[in-house]
């Protein structure tokens, strides 16, 4: 609780955090970090403790008002650095091996793996396939999703047309880490299969 971790004395108020260990090194930066961000916090002293998420409405947590607030703006409809691919993970500092799990090749990168990796671009033909539509897949996926609209007459088929970029992106992302991390693989056929059980439930 806040209380056990602020003392009050005339008025002033302090943070006394006490941790389990010593920091290191490096993490005094994150430690400076904290103590500034808890000085810029206006505590009403007599009040009881309540989580209030203040990038939203009423204090209420939501995925939108995160998504805004690291985003700066609603206008980028997905978060693709924080995607932990490989390329990212480096630009992180992490060094893990350049793998693409899903074509074996070198080369993990949002687009390569969400758009032009050869393991997932089958899947991207099927459904334009059955939608016959002609379509050059642009280079990079936030030109996919801003290329994506079209207007139907019937709205089901508009709603269905509007998740698949969603839903191709959530399977190949899933089935990645299977077998990233589980060391398992569907096959094809059990991707198309699992791809629209997710699409239609
Ligand atoms: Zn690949």
């Known amino acids: ?22 920091l290191q090194d490096l993490e005094l930066d994150d430690y400076a970090l904290l103590l500034t961000s808890l000085h810029e916090v206006h505590i009403k002293v007599g009040e009881d403790d309540r989580s209030k998420w203040k990038s939203g409405r009423d204090g209420i947590y939501s995925v939108c008002t995160y998504l805004r607030s690291i985003l ?13 691919t490989v390329d990212n993970l480096h630009r992180k500092g992490f060094y893990v091996t350049e793998w693409c799990y899903m074509c074996k090749r070198d080369g993990e990168t949002n687009d390569h793996l969400f758009l032009h990796c050869e393991g997932v671009r089958w899947l991207w033909n099927t459904i334009l396939t ?17 290329a994506w609209s079209r207007k139907f007459r019937d709205k089901d ?21 299977i ?11 059990q991707i198309r299969e699992w791809f629209y059980m997710t699409l239609y439930t």
């Open 1 to 22: 609780m806040v209380n056990d971790v602020l003392a009050i004395h005339n008025g002033n108020y302090s943070w006394n955090i006490a941790f389990e260990r010593g």
């Open 72 to 84: 700066g703006s609603t206008e980028s409809s997905f978060p693709w650095k924080m995607t932990l």
């Open 130 to 146: 059955s939608q016959h539509m002609d379509w050059v897949m642009p280079r990079r996926m936030e030109d996919v999703l801003r």
């Open 157 to 177: 088929s508009g709603l269905v047309w509007n998740l698949f970029p969603g839903c191709i992106v959530w399977c190949v992302w899933r089935e990645r880490n």
């Open 179 to 189: 077998r990233c991390f589980e060391d398992q693989a569907k096959t094809t056929e």
